[in-house]
């Protein structure tokens, strides 16, 4: 017998059948992905384990505490010990947990900046000194606000609005304040301003990203962000120190040119900086060395600058400079070498009464880190 064929449906079924399916799909596809597990110690936990660390005699520490668990939070940091302690040891070290602290003769150091940057940009000081007896905005003169600067904020602020008001500021200033870094971590408003370009800051901004870097919130989360904010391949929190003062990834690239002296038998700073920091500079020491083992590692002149210009980035030690240095000169020394060493540079700067180190911050905030961690309470049991 002839198959039997079932009649077809009506139109308006069809269509409707093909709305629910249609309805579905979407209904699918809007269903959440699986919310991820909460990380580190819970809100209240942190804030309770911070306050056991903070100064007994620090004002709004209540407040103090909130703002360091948010700097976390707020960038999906885990608030486990080892990072509060990380932010909290930072913030000791540079500014003993005062939102914008007071730096001795500043206003010395302001004047010699200003008269520096007159030269440099062929200004007379006669006419920086009469841009500097105008009135600024609230009635007093620069130079009097100058010399009244306590702390970076305020000399922050008499430098924008001298940029802003009087045009010969602008000719020797070209828009760039003075101030670069500020706030309880002191940490850099370039890298603050960045941040928030591929980051939204999670305040209401009232002026500008520079001036919320000198606010207790903003600039511990900037300064949190800086520390703890980016992959690096270290086995110790010492060497995140060492990038907080020396720029991400300097610890692992001291260690690099550390395998490179070694593999080329010249001698290499163990500075971090793996290229000049201009482009227009002459190869440095490091691209020089590098460039004597090109046969030796199997590397052309071109790969080699492809790669050291990774020295900025994560992935570094996943190149083939990196990974060919480290096994040649492993090879040679027989001996396994380090994979982040603490980099060898001097400070400098007018605010230094004495000569530091990046080595000696870096021990200096490890040596506090260890003291908070040992003040953290223990773990709850679950």
């Known amino acids: 017998m002839p198959s039997a064929t079932r009649p077809p449906l009506p139109r308006r079924i069809t269509t409707a059948a093909a709305t629910v399916a249609a309805a579905l799909l979407l209904a699918g596809c809007a269903i959440p992905g699986r919310m991820a597990e909460p990380q580190g110690l819970g809100p209240t936990e942190a804030r309770e384990a911070i306050l056991r660390v ?32 990380a932010v909290m040891a930072v ?35 006669l006419a920086v000194r009469a841009a500097l007896a105008l009135p600024s905005t609230g009635g007093r003169s620069y130079a009097e606000r100058i010399d009244a600067v306590k702390t970076e904020r305020q000399l922050s602020e008499v430098f924008e609005d001298f940029i802003a008001m009087v045009p010969l500021g602008r000719t020797f200033l070209a828009d760039r304040n003075p101030v670069r870094t500020g706030g309880p971590m002191q940490v850099s408003i370039a890298f603050a301003e960045e ?19 000198f606010t207790r919130r903003g600039g511990l989360y900037f300064g949190a962000a800086h520390l703890l904010a980016y992959e690096a391949p270290y086995d110790q929190p010492i060497h995140r120190f060492a990038d907080f003062n020396a720029g991400r990834w300097a610890s692992r690239n001291a260690a690099f040119q550390n395998a490179l002296a070694v593999a080329s038998g010249l001698p290499v700073t163990l500075d971090g900086d793996l290229l000049p920091r201009t482009a227009a500079a002459p190869r440095g020491e490091t691209e020089r060395a590098a460039l004597t083992l090109a046969a030796r590692l199997g ?12 020295g900025e980035q994560a992935g570094f030690e996943k190149t083939s400079l990196y990974e060919r240095v480290f096994a040649y000169a492993e090879q040679l020394d027989r001996r396994t070498l380090p994979r982040a060493v603490l980099p060898r540079i001097d400070l400098h700067s007018p605010k230094f009464t004495r000569k530091l180190t990046t080595e000696w911050f870096a021990k200096r905030v490890d040596e506090r880190h260890r003291r908070c961690l040992a003040r953290m309470p223990p773990p709850r049991d679950d």
């Open 54 to 85: 903070l100064p007994e005699r620090l004002d709004d520490r209540a407040g103090w505490a909130a703002d360091i668990h948010a700097a976390l939070a707020a960038q999906e940091l885990p608030s486990t010990p080892e990072n509060l302690c």
């Open 91 to 125: 913030t000791e070290q540079e500014s003993g947990y005062r939102a914008d602290p007071a730096v001795p003769g500043l206003a010395s150091i302001a004047r010699k900046e200003i008269e520096r940057r007159a030269g440099d940009a062929g200004v007379p000081m």
């Open 195 to 213: 941040h928030a370009k591929e980051r939204p800051y999670p305040y209401a901004v009232k002026e500008s990203i520079r001036r919320e870097v």
């Open 299 to 310: 590397l052309g002149e071109s790969a080699i600058r492809r790669d050291l210009q990774r």
